[in-house]
């Protein structure tokens, strides 16, 4: 797992996502590396503990973690726990949520959350796994207007995750759809026809209503459906 999220690492920034990482290597926390840190979490006795202190961790290195958080979304499972990549999956969407929320004045650049939308929405159309492309789904949601026009080309797999709406994935691709906020002449008659649909499914209604709400005056059109 360490090894794959050094790779994973190492490839975000060959291709420069993040202009201020630390030069030369990965970014450190108490002497350790964040891909270090990761794999301890994942050899502990306590995991829960552990993986909230990594993203702690994450959250107070910022800017710099965005590449090993990448790497975290990216992991796969190994041949011998299939809970790895799910674990990780879960750390990485907890830390894009923190670095997406931080105080007024401390806030991740909005040219650094573009870029970071960009691989996002490339390890989202990777498929590799459901637990990836759920965390993917949510992080394109707390990266807010950030994704658009990144996530256009992820709309037919949104779309069709979207429509899952038994499962979780269908509620976070049904917010992350919200956010391409360019594409609502699309989207807007997609969620007024699933509100349609949902009229007893209070949980569905809810990711819609939440949606339709983020898309703001783009989202006249659903007013009569809800009535």
């Given amino acids: 797992m360490l090894c794959l999220i050094r790779a994973a690492f190492h490839e975000c920034c060959s291709g420069q996502m993040n202009s201020n990482a630390t030069a030369g290597g990965e970014p450190k926390y108490g002497g350790k590396t964040l891909s270090e840190w990761a794999e301890r979490g994942l050899k502990s006795d306590s995991p829960t503990a ?135 002449a699309v989207t807007v008659p997609f969620f007024t026809n699933a509100l349609h649909n949902a009229v007893s499914d209070p949980v569905v209604q809810m990711a819609v209503l939440e949606a339709l709400g983020n898309l703001g005056t783009n989202a006249r059109a659903a007013i009569p459906a809800l009535h």
């Fill in 50 to 184: 552990d993986h909230q202190q990594v993203v702690n961790i994450i959250y107070m290195v910022g800017t710099n973690a965005i590449p090993t958080v990448l790497g975290l979304l990216a992991a796969k499972d190994s041949p011998t726990n299939h809970l790895d990549a799910e674990f990780w999956n879960q750390a990485a969407q907890q830390a894009f949520g923190m670095l997406c929320s931080v105080p007024a004045g401390h806030q991740v650049p909005e040219s650094n959350l573009t870029n970071a939308a960009e691989k996002v929405v490339d390890i989202y159309k990777q498929n590799i796994s459901e637990s990836s492309r759920r965390a993917a789904c949510a992080i394109l949601y707390f990266l807010d207007g950030a994704i658009d026009p990144a996530a256009k080309s992820a709309m037919p797999q949104l779309f069709l995750d979207a429509t899952n709406t038994m499962t979780p994935i269908g509620h976070d691709a049904i917010l992350a759809l919200a956010n391409i906020r360019s594409e609502a």
